[in-house]
């Protein structure tokens, strides 16, 4: 078949894989971190010839790239969760199952944790891709907190800089290589800085 306008021959590009391939490149980004990281190892994982990568994502940026964007936003950023707690509310947002669960999620964002700091289109992607619906989320539920009385209205002033403090923490963390981030860490974050500073009893 011979493309329009182009003189371009070949059968089209066949897309129905590139899910298990963008999943698959998260993966070991996960396992191996972004520097590590080859085209041949996704294609290999995938069974898929690297010159098909490389025909759709000409180079690993462009790879690591398409597979954040196609991860989506956080479900939370669609439907908070609401369990009539907002300490409950801000772990189950720690715990939600997107992007494999918090152990994998945590190790894809420390594999691409360098990478973020040395290329400006990774770190504008995450930052509108992960970052920015993770505060949008917290913001929200801070301030139904304090719609339904369980944060006093003399806090509301805190919470534009209360919604950025678990993001910005657990990515100074991952970034400085100051230790693991697991679910420890996110319960000392809420409990000890955030809930502290809204005076919300334990």
């Given at each position: 078949?011979?493309?329009?306008?182009?003189g371009?021959?070949?059968r089209?590009?066949?897309h129905?894989?590139d899910?298990?391939?963008l999943?698959?490149?998260l993966?070991?980004?996960?396992e191996?971190?972004?520097?590590r990281?080859t085209?041949?190892?996704?294609a290999a994982?995938?069974?898929?010839?690297k010159?098909?990568?490389?025909?759709r994502?000409?180079t690993k940026?462009?790879?690591v790239?398409?597979?954040?964007r196609?991860?989506?936003?956080p479900?939370e950023?669609?439907?908070?969760p609401?369990?009539?707690s907002?300490?409950?509310?801000?772990?189950?947002?720690?715990?939600?199952?997107?992007?494999?669960g918090?152990?994998r999620?945590?190790a894809?964002?420390?594999?691409l944790?360098s990478a973020?700091?040395?290329?400006?289109?990774?770190?504008?992607v995450?930052r509108?891709?992960?970052t920015e619906p993770?505060?949008?989320?917290?913001r929200?539920l801070?301030h139904?907190?304090?719609?339904?009385?369980?944060?006093?209205?003399d806090?509301?002033?805190?919470i534009?800089?209360?919604?950025?403090?678990?993001?910005?923490?657990s990515t100074?963390?991952l970034?400085?290589?100051?230790?693991?981030?697991?679910?420890a860490f996110f319960?000392?974050v809420v409990?000890?800085?955030?809930?502290?500073?809204?005076?919300v009893?334990?």
């Open positions: 078949m011979t493309t329009s306008g182009t371009r021959t070949g089209p590009y066949d129905s894989r899910g298990l391939m999943a698959s490149t993966d070991l980004v996960a191996r971190g972004y520097e990281l085209v041949d190892e996704v994982r995938t069974g898929k010839a010159t098909t990568l490389y025909r994502w000409p940026e462009a790879l790239l398409a597979a954040i196609d991860a989506g936003r479900p950023a669609d439907a908070l609401d369990t009539g907002l300490r409950a509310d801000l772990l189950a947002v720690v715990d939600s199952p997107w992007l494999g918090l152990d999620r945590m894809v964002f420390a594999g944790a973020i700091r040395s290329s400006e289109r990774l770190a504008a995450v509108s891709e992960v993770y505060v949008e989320v917290y929200r801070l139904r907190a304090v719609d339904r009385g369980e944060v006093g209205t806090r509301s002033a805190s534009p800089v209360l919604a950025e403090v678990i993001p910005a923490m100074h963390r970034g400085a290589g100051g230790g693991s981030v697991g679910r319960v000392s409990d000890d800085v955030v809930l502290a500073a809204l005076r009893p334990q």
